[in-house]
């Protein structure tokens, strides 16, 4: 049975900067997508970047530039380094793994993570 988990997230102030991490457990993921959504309270579940197999990648207009996704192969894990970090930054964090390509809709992918929180502090 597959299962990610993610770790990583807390509290930062503004400016500062997190590294998030999912691990994947059960078959190898090297060919699947993954990506990071997020939802803050009261909002939709959004994408903040994804990653194919192949490491391309895409990220929402809001994060490029500071955030950089990033992937281990080896050991079935994706990472989410967020710099420069602000406010608005603030969710609940998700990893998400889907079937090979690039996937930029949550309906698109199969596994999720149990979600971790980042607050960003001003």
């Known amino acids: 049975q597959v299962q990610l988990v993610e770790s990583g997230g807390g509290l930062v102030q503004a400016g500062g900067s997190l590294r998030l991490s999912c691990a994947a457990s059960?078959?190898?993921?090297?060919?699947?997508?993954r990506g990071w959504f997020r939802q803050a309270p009261g909002k939709e579940r959004e994408l903040v970047a994804a990653?194919?197999?192949?490491?391309?990648?895409n990220y929402a207009d809001s994060v490029k530039g500071r955030f950089t996704i990033s992937r281990d192969n080896a050991k079935n894990t994706v990472y989410l380094q967020m710099n420069s970090l602000k406010p608005e930054d603030t969710a609940v964090y998700y990893c998400?793994?889907?079937?090979?390509?690039?996937?930029?809709?949550?309906?698109?992918?199969?596994?999720w993570g149990q979600g971790t929180q980042v607050t960003v502090s001003s």
């Open positions: 059960g078959p190898t993921f090297s060919s699947y997508a």
């Open positions: 998400a793994g889907g079937p090979p390509g690039i996937r930029l809709l949550d309906r698109e992918y199969v596994y």
């Open positions: 990653i194919s197999g192949g490491a391309n990648t």
